[in-house]
């Protein structure tokens, strides 16, 4: 084996290497976003009944804590 197919053999071995490593994270930030799916978004937590909308913005803002999001014509000072 010459000097040249060892280097083609590592580049390879490496690039197998970082592959297989960068698939395993995405597997891992998959299982991750699949269990805070899972585990969160439960109606107890969007209390949308105290929550008004902005009629020009269409931000939803708690009830009493409203206030201008910049844009024109925002009821909310
Ligand atoms: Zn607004």
């Keep these: ?3 040249f197919t060892l280097l083609i053999l590592g580049l390879l071995g490496a690039l197998i290497y970082f ?3 960068g698939r395993i994270v995405r597997l891992r930030e998959e299982f991750a976003e699949a269990l805070r799916r899972a585990q969160g ?3 107890e937590n969007l209390p949308s ?7 020009t913005c269409g ?10 999001c ?7 000072t």
Excluded: D, H, L, W
């Design 41 to 43: 978004k439960r109606p």
């Design 1 to 3: 084996m010459g000097f």
């Design 19 to 21: 592959g297989v490593k």
């Design 59 to 68: 931000t939803y803002i708690a009830t009493g804590q409203q206030k201008n």
């Design 70 to 76: 910049g844009k024109q014509g925002c009821p909310y």
């Design 49 to 55: 009944e105290s929550m008004t909308q902005c009629k």
